[in-house]
C-alpha cells in the first residue's frame, strides 16, 4: 500500500466567493469524505485557510527570519487536501477522478516516500 | 540442436523477438521492471557465450526466460542481505505459484499497458514500448527520435521510476477502462509507425523501415493479445495497407504520391492481408459490432486504394463516404483535408479548393501542399507557387521536399 496526497489547487477569489456559493461544494466534498472513511483508505484531509494567512520561518542562516504570507509567489496554493491509503496509481486515480468532481477544481495525485 | 552458420546474427534476432516476454515474465515474478531487464541481458551474454559452443537450444525463449530467471534469483540471493525490498520481492516470487504457460501472453499485455499509461508523458510511452516490448536499446530509441543518448535515457529511467514509485500497476485494465486505455497503446503504436511512414527530420532518413518494422510487429502481438477489440485489426490492416507500398514511395530521393505509383511494386502479400483484415472488420460490423473508430475507417481507405489496378481506376466516391465517416468520429481539420482531396477527383479541383480554404490549418505542410496541386490543376500558376513555397518552408522531409520542388519547377 502507498499513501497518496491528493491536492486541490485554489485561488485568492476562490475564498472571497459568499459561503451559499460554496454550500454545494461543501456538501459534495462532506459526502465524498464520507464515502473515503467507508472505504477504509482515509489516512488525513483537511482544507486550508487563505494562503495570506500564511507565515514563514527561515531558521538556514544565523537567526530566524518570520515573514507574512506564503513562501510561494504564485497565483494558486494548495486549498485543500487528502491523504489516501491505496493499493495503486489507477485506484488513486479514480478516487481523485471522484474528488475533483466534488471539489469542482483540478486534482494532483503524488506519491508518499516509501516508509522502508 | 542446431549448429547455426551465423550464431551471433541469429542469438540477436530471437532476443530480440524474445525480448518483450523475458521482460513481461521477469517483471511480474520479481515485481521491479530494473531487475527484469538486467536478468535479460545477463541471459544474452550466457547465450552468445554458449551457443555457438552448443547449438542453439530447441526452445531458445524458454531457455533465455529460464536463464534470465536464475539470474535474477542469484542477484536477489547476493543482494538480499543489505536491500530489504529486493529480500521482500524474493519472498514473494517464492510463495507464488509456478504460473500456466497462457498466463506469460498475459504478462506481455500488462507490461504493454503499463508502458502507455495516461500518468506517463506521451514521448516517454513511445520510448518505454519500445525499449521494454520491443527490445530496441537505449541508444536505436534515442537516435529514431534524433535526441541525445543521455536525454532518452533519463526519460525512460523517469518513466521507470514513476511507474516503481507511484505504483502504475502492472495488469490489464478493468473492463471499463479498457476501451480508453487501448487507444492509448494504439495512439503509441499509430505514432511510432508514422515517424517511420514519413519521417519530420531533415538528419534521419525519408522512410524510417526499422521503425514502421517495430510499430507492426507490436501491433501484431497487441492484436494476437485482443484478437476481439476490432480497432487493434484495424490500425494493424492500416499498417500493412501503408508499409505495403513502401518500396515505391520513393524513387530518385523523391516522395511519389498515391496517385503516381507504380502499383507492381507494391508488396502483395501485405496488401492481401490487410485486406483479409479490413474484411473481417466489415463482417463483426454486419453482425451487430460497434460503429468503426477512426482506424477501421482509415485501414477501409487504404483497402479501396490498394484495390484500384490503376489510379484512375479508384473508387472516389467510396473514399469520400469513408471520410465523411471518419469525419463523424474525428472531426478534425486534417480529415476534412484529406475529404477534400478525394472531392477534387469526384467534383472537381475548384469545389474542393473551396473546402480546403474554409480549413484553418495554415501550419500544416500538407494543406499548403494540396492547395498547391488544387491552384496548379484551376491554372492558377502564381498562387500555385506560393501554396509549393509555403509548403517547403514547413517540412524538413528531404524526400518530401524534393518532390514539391519538382512541381513547383513544373508549373508554366
Known sequence: ???????????????????????????????????????????????????????????????PIVTDGPYLESKEWIGGFWIFELPDLDVALQWATEASKACGGPVEVRPFEGEA | MDSD?????????????????????????????????????????????????????????????????????????????????????????????????????????????????????????????????????????????????TTMAQRITRAKKKISVAKIPYRVPSPADLGERVDGVLAVLYLVFNEGYLSSSADASPIRDELTGEAIRLARILRALLPDAPEVTGLLALMLLTEARRAVRVADGQLVPLHEQDRGGWDRDLIAEGHDLVRECLALRASGGARPGPYQLLAAINAVHTDAPTAADTDWSQIATLYAQLYAVSPSPIVALNRAVAIAELDGPALALAEVDRLDLATYHAWHATRADLLRRLGRSAEARAAYDAALALTDNEAERAYLSRRRGQLG
Not at chain 2, 530489504?84 to 505459484?97: F, T, V
Request: with cysteine; hydrophobic share 40%.
Open chain 1, 1 to 63: 500500500m502507498t499513501k497518496y496526497l491528493l491536492s486541490v489547487h485554489s485561488g485568492l477569489d476562490d475564498y472571497a466567493r459568499p459561503l451559499d456559493e460554496m454550500q454545494p461544494m461543501f456538501d459534495a466534498v462532506g459526502q465524498y469524505n464520507q464515502t473515503a472513511r467507508d472505504a477504509g483508505i482515509w489516512v488525513f484531509a483537511g482544507g486550508l485557510q487563505s494562503p495570506d494567512l500564511a507565515t514563514v520561518i527561515d531558521n538556514t542562516g544565523a537567526a
Open chain 2, 5 to 149: 552458420p551465423e550464431p551471433t546474427v541469429s542469438i540477436e534476432r530471437i532476443y530480440r523477438e524474445e525480448y518483450g516476454r523475458i521482460v513481461a515474465s521477469l517483471t511480474r515474478r520479481f515485481g521491479d521492471i530494473d531487475i527484469a531487464e538486467e536478468a535479460a541481458g545477463e541471459a544474452l551474454l550466457a547465450a552468445v557465450e554458449r551457443w555457438p559452443r552448443d547449438g542453439v537450444p530447441p526452445n531458445p525463449g524458454g531457455w533465455l526466460t529460464t536463464t534470465a530467471g536464475n539470474r535474477a534469483i542469484d542477484r536477489l540471493r547476493r543482494e538480499s542481505h543489505r536491500d530489504a525490498k529486493h529480500q521482500a520481492a524474493l519472498m514473494i516470487s517464492d510463495d507464488s505459484p509456478h504460473e500456466p504457460t497462457g498466463a506469460v501472453e498475459d504478462d506481455r499485455l500488462r507490461l504493454i499497458f503499463t508502458c502507455c499509461h495516461p500518468a506517463l508523458a506521451p514521448e516517454a510511452r513511445v520510448a518505454l514500448t519500445l525499449r521494454l516490448l520491443g527490445g530496441l536499446t537505449v541508444a536505436e530509441i534515442a537516435q529514431a527520435f534524433l535526441v541525445p543518448e
